[in-house]
């Protein structure tokens, strides 16, 4: 039965690939409206609409920010927007006044999120590398926000590293070793999951790199498919 549900799962994995990839060169070449921002989506960036989980993290983001900045000011709160794709994430802070860092592997990805920034007259520094490759030991934050590459696949082409996460989730086990050391004391992550991926392996390795779980909310996308925010705080 489990090896009939991993031949099933990895089906399912193809098919949401193929349709991803359909959706985001149709859609891929323009500008639109999201969230109140103008957001450009180039051939080889994560479109940020349509796909659940985006618009979910920017829900759950805004509430987030409207509490702490109830306790301090926006500009003192500093965010990474890791895998930043197009940008929307750390532009989405940006636009309430956060400072922020946002980080790619990937060169076009960096360009369209300096071109969104302009389009939405806020500052946001960019960084390319993979994941904290660029970042300096000192460099801490309030919130690091990471809508992963999930599938458990090696990227093999430029777009492919949306969704490809490496052989056995190797992006997000490197990034979870790694994020505490960029968090300020009362840091945490927030980061997305879907419940067709291996979600208890991930959390499990999260659990014994000592994080405390908490999840926000989820999401149904397509059938079958339900997307979950978590808040990932580290014990220091």
């Keep these: 039965m489990n090896k009939i549900k991993r031949i099933f799962r990895c089906l399912l994995w193809r098919f949401i690939i193929v349709l991803l990839r359909l959706f985001t060169k149709r859609v891929s070449g323009r ?3 999201i969230k109140g921002l103008k957001i450009y989506v180039s051939k080889n960036t994560f479109p940020p609409f349509n796909t659940i989980s985006t618009e979910l993290l920017l829900d759950v983001l805004n509430n987030i920010l409207d509490n702490m900045m109830q306790n301090k000011a926006a500009k003192e709160i500093k965010l990474c927007d890791m895998g930043a794709g197009t940008g929307i994430i750390g532009i989405f802070a ?8 946002a980080t790619d592997i990937q ?3 960096i360009m369209v999120t300096k071109l969104n920034a302009m389009l939405n007259g806020v500052r946001v520094i960019t960084r390319l590398g993979d994941l904290f490759s660029q970042f300096k030991p000192e460099e801490k934050f309030d919130i690091i926000v990471f809508n992963p590459p999930y599938f458990p696949f090696e990227p093999k082409d430029v777009f492919s590293y949306t969704y490809s996460g490496g052989k056995n989730y190797a992006t997000l086990i490197r990034f979870l070793r790694n994020a505490r050391k960029h968090l ?10 879907s419940n067709l991926i291996d979600e208890d392996f991930i959390l499990t ?9 908490e999840k926000i909310c989820e999401r149904r996308g397509i059938p079958t498919e339900v997307i979950r925010v978590y808040r990932l705080s580290p014990s220091f």
């Design 94 to 101: 940006a636009r309430k006044g956060c400072s922020v860092i």
């Design 184 to 193: 300020k004391q009362h840091g945490f992550i927030l980061i997305t999951l």
């Design 31 to 33: 500008s639109y409206h």
């Design 205 to 213: 390795c999260a659990t014994k790199l000592k994080y405390t779980i």
């Design 107 to 109: 060169k076009e990805a």
